[in-house]
């Protein structure tokens, strides 16, 4: 069994945000795309969206706008979100299909997949909240590479 290490992207922060941080990061993935065993997702996001993103991280260590930081994703979450966005609305849409397809043929499978995926797309919004609260779960600063003056 493979060990999953945490993913770390460097960015800036530009702003806070009470015991968040606003950090604005120029590459996309994890930065291992050249690594073994990287998926190479950094060329794709780079592909679909040129411009610097921003995201809102837990801010344990104190960053101030202008800091050079590290944005720590734990082991195994992207994992876990990822299959919660993407894999829990496919089984609905599929379930939902194949049970509509039981009950009303063609028809009852199109109105049961849509439902069944937005019965999932319902049951994601409702856990998503939930989850990033959990300790450890959510991206976080890691350390202060440089400090902005």
């Known amino acids: 069994m493979a060990i999953q290490a945490e993913s770390e992207q460097v960015g800036r922060v530009t702003g806070l945000d009470g ?41 344990a260590v104190g960053a101030k706008p202008g800091d050079l930081v590290s944005i720590i994703l734990p082991a195994g979450a992207l994992g876990r979100y990822a299959t919660l966005a ?19 043929g063609e028809h009852g499978a199109l109105l049961g997949g849509v439902a069944g995926c937005l019965a999932a797309f319902l049951l994601v919004r409702r856990h998503a909240p939930g989850s990033a609260g959990k300790t450890g779960a959510e991206p976080h600063i890691g350390q202060i590479k440089s400090s902005g003056g």
């Open 86 to 104: 993407y894999g829990l609305p496919l089984l609905g849409l599929i379930v939902g299909a194949l049970l509509g397809d039981r009950l009303g």
């Open 19 to 59: 015991d968040f941080a606003l950090v604005q990061v120029e590459g996309g993935g994890c930065g291992r795309c050249h690594e073994a065993g990287g998926c190479g997702g950094q060329q794709l996001t780079r592909m679909f969206c040129s411009t610097p993103r921003q995201y809102r991280v837990r801010n």
